[in-house]
């Protein structure tokens, strides 16, 4: 039986620790981290962290979800970099789209019995 490694929840934690880190000190101790919004910054990293997925995901062959979490990150940079108004209201709907993507498919997996781990293993 082969052993696998879950990194997923990892990835997302730290994410998750270093956007709120981030917005914590914006908020507490200056607006800005070296000289960036901490605001945006916070975001730049959940769309890193989408990214970190999208590259995960397709290293062990689960194209669904990396294309789920590839979304996601292209919304991000859409949302970040969008120069208009239409830029940055198709960077949420592929945000949109892409989290209920995930969230079909992460269901369907664990449903069907698949060999993805869930949560409390």
């Given at each position: 039986m082969a052993e696998t490694v879950d990194l997923q929840t990892p990835v997302v934690g730290a994410g998750l620790v270093v956007a709120i880190g981030?917005?914590?000190?914006?908020?507490?101790?200056?607006?800005?981290?070296?000289?960036?919004?901490a605001a945006v910054g916070?975001?730049?990293?959940?769309?890193?962290?989408f990214a970190a997925l999208a590259a995960i995901h397709a290293s062990v062959g689960q194209?669904?979800?990396?294309?789920g979490?590839?979304?996601?990150?292209?919304?991000?940079?859409?949302?970040?970099?969008?120069?208009?108004?239409p830029h940055v209201a198709l960077g949420l709907v592929l945000l949109v789209l892409s989290g209920?993507?995930?969230?079909?498919?992460?269901?369907?997996?664990?449903?069907?019995?698949s060999k993805?781990?869930?949560a409390g293993r």
């Open positions: 981030l917005l914590v000190y914006g908020r507490v101790v200056s607006e800005t981290v070296v000289g960036i919004d916070a975001t730049w990293v959940l769309a890193a962290t194209y669904d979800l990396t294309l979490h590839g979304g996601g990150a292209v919304g991000w940079l859409l949302v970040l970099l969008g120069s208009t108004g209920g993507y995930i969230a079909i498919r992460t269901r369907r997996r664990r449903d069907d019995g993805e781990p869930s």
